[in-house]
T-cell receptor, first 110, second 113 residues
Framework: TQLLEQSPQFLSIQEGENLTVYCNSS?????LQWYRQEPGEGPVLLVT?????EVKKLKRLTFQFGDARKDSSLHITAAQPGDTGLYLC??????????FGKGTRLSVIA | DVKVTQSSRYLVKRTGEKVFLECVQD?????MFWYRQDPGLGLRLIYF???????EKGDIPEGYSVSREKKERFSLILESASTNQTSMYLC????????????FGPGTRLTVL
């Protein structure tokens, strides 16, 4: 069974701080996705990383796919209250439904 | 933009009732999914469908069934609702050419009393 472990589970920081959340697995994925979910809403796709070592930037968010395509990280620079939410990573093996991590719940305090 | 809609945002039912959760997507996606989301357990796949009239069990299909009579619509059915089915239910769809990227509906928060 493929598993994705996300850490930390919870993170509470002050506005303006930087943070990194992690998504780790012992399995290799063909691609990995990050979603953000706000309270009472469905997850929304932020980015997909496909190539080992790939780095993608989305404004203040930087996503990296590990060289071996088993792990990924999300770094947020100068966090803002609007970044508050549940961040989910999901791995795609190609032939089966996505495998989701349990998420990191981020709270950014003004 | 892909739009996935779910029939209700909030639903309250009694134990033993039959419950229908409807999901409709407007982008002609082949694949549709039903998940439930519970604190500490994350997203768990209930059922999915890769085509009309096709269905596959996910990780937790017990107590649920599904129906896909039209490509755009995927229904989740709780034959006899129980209190342990109180949860947030999320529907998603995905097309064939986009790394299995999922488009989610807003969710239905179901409470079974």
């Amino acid at each position: 069974t493929q598993l994705l472990e996300q850490s930390p589970q919870f993170l509470s920081i002050q506005e303006g701080e930087n943070l990194t959340v992690y998504c780790n697995s012992s399995s290799v994925f063909s691609s990995l996705q990050w979603y953000r979910q706000e309270p009472g809403e469905g997850p929304v796709l932020l980015v997909t990383v496909v190539t080992g070592g790939e780095v993608k930037k989305l404004k203040r968010l930087t996503f990296q796919f590990g060289d071996a395509r088993k792990d990924s990280s999300l770094h947020i620079t100068a966090a803002q209250p609007g970044d508050t939410g549940l961040y989910l990573c999901a791995g795609d093996s190609g032939n089966t439904p996505l495998v989701f991590g349990k998420g990191t719940r981020l709270s950014v305090i003004a | 933009d892909v739009k996935v809609t779910q029939s209700s945002r909030y639903l309250v039912k009694r134990t033993g009732e039959k419950v229908f959760l409807e999901c409709v997507q407007d982008m002609d996606h082949e694949n549709m999914f039903w998940y439930r989301q519970d604190p500490g357990l994350g997203l768990r796949l209930i059922y999915f469908s890769y085509d009309v009239k096709m269905k596959e069990k996910g990780d937790i299909p017990e107590g649920y069934s599904v129906s896909r009579e039209k490509k755009e619509r995927f229904s989740l059915i709780l034959e006899s609702a129980s209190t342990n089915q109180t949860s947030m239910y999320l529907c998603a769809s995905t097309g064939p050419d986009n790394y299995n990227e999922q488009f989610f509906g807003p969710g239905t928060r179901l409470t079974v009393l």
